[in-house]
């Protein structure tokens, strides 16, 4: 993941991985920065440069970033910052 650029390739790969490896922390960006207390399912749906959406049983989250991300490196940084943000739910 050096410094592949964000594509609709790369963003449904970290997408996939995201959703099959993190489910948790993508549950976790549900109810912390979208606000959302009860649902019952939220996924990653895209990646971009400056933003995530997710899917939050039938409504689309968009999250946005900090910043514009530069490459694929690059949001893996800034989606593990992102949860380390998030206090103990």
């Keep these: 993941m050096n410094s592949e650029p964000i594509t609709k390739e790369s963003s449904r790969r970290i997408c996939n991985h995201m ?10 960006y549900a ?23 997710l899917k939050i049983d039938e409504q689309t989250l968009e999250i946005k970033f900090d910043h514009m991300l ?18 103990a739910l």
Excluded: R, W
């Excluded at 490896?21 to 549950?27: P, R, S, Y």
């Excluded at 490196?73 to 910052?81: I, N, Q």
């Design 31 to 53: 109810k912390y920065y979208g606000k959302f207390q009860t649902f019952k399912s939220a996924k990653m749906i895209s990646l971009s440069p400056v933003s995530i959406q």
């Design 70 to 87: 530069k490459d694929c490196s690059d949001a893996h940084k800034t989606l593990v910052k992102m949860i380390k943000a998030i206090p």
């Design 19 to 28: 959703n099959k490896e993190h489910g948790d922390a993508v549950i976790a």
